[in-house]
């Protein structure tokens, strides 16, 4: 297998989880990536102990005239590179998890007649995998949603694959305060948007009873100054500019404050956790606010427009929940309910149907 994309977390973590589900069937099957220099596949697949071979390939969305058609000119090249890759190492199937290295690698195996899928994450399909979509032979989605472009007999909603050793532990665990929990979080680098409205809201939620427990992942560039504002509250919070073990952390909190990036909303389905969802505004299409509102709409979050983020409007939805527990329950049995575990399996389970004799 052939796991090509990357770039981000969003698109890697899911390809982790297909990556172990497929070595894990067989330990003599064999899985290399595709990736790009620039993403954090370059540093985070060696210490995992899975290969990667990059190819020369740049974004085309939103960049300026010359930018354009210097990402226009490198796709042939990089098509090129992704042959010479499949040509060495056989694969009997090729798929696309999003990112630079997912459009050119997939195109590549089309073409030389390889069985290929794409894994889409997000609620909104992004461009590339609506054309990716036309030629491949499976499409995997998260949501019922990203039916649309696709054609019916490709598709299969799988849910986001979350990696089995998350899911493990998670199920093991248990939540080690008995008062209430709250967990923060904007991605690896922090939301200064979420920090902001959070810190603005301390006066009032250190009037919620019980205590509340709250782990705050705050960013590198803004943990002291979080930091700060919850000790000149008299707030005990753990600060921190990035959270290494995320399963005691999800386990222990009762609600969420996070963005709606597709592989933190996996892992929250998986965890069965209730969220306040602030989507980033700036993402590709506008997809977060895609994901939140699938969430919303299925009772397993509230979501709030980071237009519409004031610490009042926070701190009166944190209020409201703490005080109904019986929905706080509820929302946390919708979001079990949507969470896949065994998406990986599925999409695992599938891929071994195309390189099956009349599998395609």
């Known amino acids: 297998?052939?796991?090509?994309?990357?770039?981000?977390?969003?698109?890697?973590?899911?390809?982790?989880?297909?990556?172990?589900?497929?070595?894990?069937?067989?330990?003599?099957?064999?899985?290399?990536?595709?990736?790009?220099?620039?993403?954090?596949?370059?540093?985070?697949?060696?210490?995992?102990?899975?290969?990667?071979?990059?190819?020369?390939?740049?974004?085309?969305?939103?960049?300026?005239?010359?930018?354009?058609?210097?990402?226009?000119?490198?796709?042939?090249?990089?098509?090129?590179?992704?042959?010479?890759?499949?040509?060495?190492?056989?694969?009997?199937?090729?798929?696309?998890?999003?990112?630079?290295?997912?459009g050119p690698a997939v195109m590549a195996a089309w073409l030389m007649r390889i069985p290929t899928a794409v894994a889409e994450q997000n609620a909104l399909a992004g461009n590339t995998n609506r054309i990716l979509g036309k030629f491949v032979d499976r499409v995997f989605l998260t949501y019922e949603e990203s039916r649309g472009p696709f054609a019916a007999g490709k598709v299969l909603v799988t849910g986001n694959p979350v990696r089995a050793a998350f899911v493990g532990a998670l199920a093991q665990s248990s939540p080690a305060a008995a008062r209430r929990g709250l967990l923060i979080f904007g991605g690896s680098q922090g939301a200064a948007a979420i920090n902001k409205a959070v810190t603005e809201m301390l006066p009032r939620l250190k009037t919620l009873l019980p205590p509340v427990r709250i782990v705050h992942q705050a960013g590198e560039r803004e943990v002291e100054t979080v930091g700060r504002a919850y000790r000149d509250c008299g707030i005990a919070a753990e600060v921190t500019p990035f959270i290494s073990d995320m399963v005691s952390a999800y386990a222990a909190a009762d609600l969420i404050i996070c963005r709606a990036g597709a592989t933190s909303l996996a892992e929250i389905t998986a965890a069965g956790k209730a969220s306040v969802l602030i989507p980033f505004p700036f993402a590709a299409d506008d997809h977060q606010t895609q994901n939140a509102r699938a969430m919303a709409d299925a009772g397993a979050a509230v979501m709030i427009r980071q237009s519409e983020l004031t610490a009042e409007r926070l701190f009166g939805v944190v209020k409201d929940l703490w005080e109904d527990g019986r929905r706080l329950r509820e929302m946390e049995q919708k979001s079990r309910a949507l969470g896949r575990p065994e998406a990986a399996a599925a999409v695992v389970d599938a891929c071994l149907k195309l390189v099956q004799p009349n599998g395609r």
Request: positive net charge; without cysteine.
């Open 1 to 102: 297998m052939v796991i090509a994309g990357g770039g981000t977390g969003g698109h890697l973590f899911p390809g982790i989880a297909v990556a172990e589900e497929f070595l894990r069937r067989d330990s003599a099957n064999r899985v290399i990536f595709i990736g790009t220099k620039r993403g954090i596949e370059h540093r985070l697949l060696g210490p995992l102990g899975y290969a990667l071979r990059e190819i020369d390939v740049e974004g085309l969305k939103g960049r300026g005239p010359k930018a354009l058609i210097r990402g226009l000119y490198a796709i042939p090249n990089s098509m090129l590179q992704s042959r010479r890759i499949f040509r060495e190492f056989r694969p009997d199937v090729v798929i696309g998890v999003g990112g630079y290295a997912s």
